[in-house]
């Protein structure tokens, strides 16, 4: 069974560093795209980039270029997401998610349980 | 980035009605569309591919059409398990965007 498994919920101030991770299991996650996804409270979902594990080769959405940083560690199946310094508009929920194709469709097919991050003074 | 939209930004039926939801891309996308729902406190959960071909283990009365720029969903008897938000996303080009959603309620 595809498992992803997010870190909990996390209360920041601005300004401050914030890592997220993503662990998975029961698929080969070194040869999967792996994507993460904000959702802001009452909006739909956006894609923020994508990884590839087996060789960390990553794709930031034009939006979220130089905001964030998405890595990954394939010694523990896990992806990361992290910020250098948290602004109030970074709250949200944040996906991780697993692309998987499907003939020649790409979906994202499995999800985490989504990682609530607030950003407030 | 191509945009996506929905129409109508939300709706309400009754159990037993057929709805329909539509997406549209601003440009062309063949038929890389696929459709999520989401329940409240849950994540997205796949629906639908490649615009009409549904994923394994959902259930049969939803169904997808479109190609080019003007995609629909269509649940064809909707069950209280079915009020949701429905989300359309295009999968032709990176960053691969998602529609602002379409929210079905009670009514």
């Known amino acids: 069974e595809v498992r992803l498994k997010q870190s909990g919920a996390e209360v920041k101030k601005p300004g401050e560093s914030l890592q997220i991770s993503c662990q998975t299991s029961?698929?080969?996650?070194?040869?999967?795209?792996l994507a993460w996804v904000r959702q802001l409270p009452g909006k739909g979902p956006e894609w923020m980039g994508i990884?590839?594990?087996?060789?960390?080769?990553?794709r930031y959405s034009p939006s979220f270029q130089g905001q964030v940083t998405i890595s990954a560690d394939k010694s523990v199946s896990t992806a990361y997401l992290r910020w250098s310094s948290l602004k109030v508009s970074d709250t949200a929920m944040y996906y991780c998610?697993?692309?998987?194709?499907?003939?020649?469709?790409?979906?994202?097919?499995?999800w985490g349980q989504g990682t609530l991050v607030t950003v407030s003074s | 980035d191509i945009q996506m939209t929905q129409s109508p930004s939300s709706l309400s039926a009754s159990v037993g009605d057929r709805v329909t939801v539509t997406c549209r891309s601003s440009?062309?996308?063949?038929?890389?569309l696929n459709w999520y729902h989401q329940k409240p406190g849950e994540a997205p959960k796949l629906l639908i591919y490649?615009?009409?071909t549904l994923q394994s283990g959902a259930p049969s009365r939803f169904s997808g059409s479109g190609s080019g720029t003007e995609f629909s969903l269509t649940i064809s008897s909707l069950q209280p398990e079915d009020f949701a938000t429905y989300y359309c996303?295009?999968?032709?080009?990176?960053?691969?965007?998602f529609g602002p959603g379409t929210k079905v309620d009670i009514k």
């Open positions: 990884i590839y594990p087996d060789d960390s080769d990553t």
């Open positions: 490649g615009a009409s």
């Open positions: 996303q295009q999968s032709y080009s990176n960053p691969f965007t």
């Open positions: 998610a697993r692309r998987h194709t499907i003939v020649t469709w790409e979906v994202l097919d499995s």
């Open positions: 440009q062309s996308i063949a038929n890389f």
């Open positions: 029961g698929y080969n996650f070194n040869n999967n795209w």
